[in-house]
């Protein structure tokens, strides 16, 4: 399981939450992704190591793997 990362600014990260759920209109996985964007590009950071296994990417990677493959049927 993923740790949350630590925010370098909680003030600055409560208020680009804030923003994000506003222009989404409710909370959810995609506020989320814009609060950060918001965050980051407000000057936030994030303290201690990255090891690479976060993020939603590293995420999406491992359900594309774990999904079923599909079978395509022959057209006659």
């Known amino acids: 399981m993923a740790r949350i990362a630590k925010k370098t600014n909680p ?3 409560e208020q680009a939450k804030r923003e994000a759920v506003a222009k989404q209109g ?4 995609r506020a989320m992704m814009q609060a950060v964007q918001i965050y980051k590009k407000k000057g936030g950071g994030y303290a201690g190591p990255k090891t690479g296994k976060e ?3 590293e995420w999406a990677k491992a359900e594309k793997k774990a999904a079923p493959k599909r079978r395509r049927r022959k057209v006659t």
């Open 11 to 13: 003030k600055l990260w």
């Open 26 to 29: 409710k909370h959810s996985a």
């Open 55 to 57: 993020g939603i990417t």
